[in-house]
């Protein structure tokens, strides 16, 4: 079970809604999703990211069906040729190497497609999943940044993770 990336279409808005309405999946994302996460919230999100980030968010594929999103994000000022990378997996199809697959997808495509020299991902430091796929990708542990995020009340520790072209 293998996956590919693709721009989003708006026809995907029932697969993404049924993917992010999840809390397991929301805990570890940044705030600012609604939940119950409904079928507008998606139109929404992929109108956005066609409007804006059409190359580089984008949805993950597998067997017909959208399973995830990833998306990458250049940074402004003098970090224009960093870039941030985020996604996550429906909860379905968790543990079957897809997020991994997907994140070396992508990193492939933003270093063969851009300037961009570095990407970087934050993991909360209790997000296991992340941090181990984003090492089975190939990123490299930097440090903790210390009560970085606060979320539902806590303040939480993140993991700086990076992938540098060489
Ligand atoms: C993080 C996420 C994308 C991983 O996707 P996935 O398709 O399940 O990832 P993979 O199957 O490629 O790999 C998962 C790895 O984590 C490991 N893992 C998962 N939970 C674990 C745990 N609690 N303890 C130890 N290892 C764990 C798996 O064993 C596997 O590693 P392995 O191949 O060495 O056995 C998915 O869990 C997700 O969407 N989580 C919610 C959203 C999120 O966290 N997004 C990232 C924000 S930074």
Redesign the pocket.
């Known amino acids: 079970m293998g996956c590919f990336l693709r721009e989003w279409k708006l026809e995907d808005a029932g697969e993404l809604a049924t993917l992010l309405d999840n809390q ?2 929301q805990v ?2 940044r705030d600012g999703l609604p939940y119950p996460y409904r079928k507008k919230d998606a139109e929404e999100f992929i109108l956005h990211s066609l409007l804006t980030n059409r190359k580089f968010s984008l949805a993950i594929v597998s067997e017909h069906m959208v399973i ?1 999103s990833i998306g990458v994000f250049r940074q402004e000022n003098i970090h224009f040729r960093t870039a941030e990378i ?4 429906g909860e379905a ?9 997907a994140l070396k997808q992508m990193c492939q495509l933003v270093f063969e497609t851009t300037d961009i020299v570095r990407i970087f ?4 430091s209790d ?4 941090c ?2 984003l090492e ?1 990708a190939g990123f490299q542990l930097e440090g903790t940044l210390r009560k970085s995020a606060y979320k539902k009340g806590l303040f939480k520790d993140q993991q700086m993770y990076s992938f540098i072209k060489e």
Not at 86 to 89: E, K, L, N, R, S
């Open positions: 397991k999946i570890n994302l995830g985020g996604y996550y997996i199809y968790w543990g079957k190497g897809l997020g991994t697959e991902a934050e993991p909360f997000n296991i999943a992340s181990r796929i089975k």
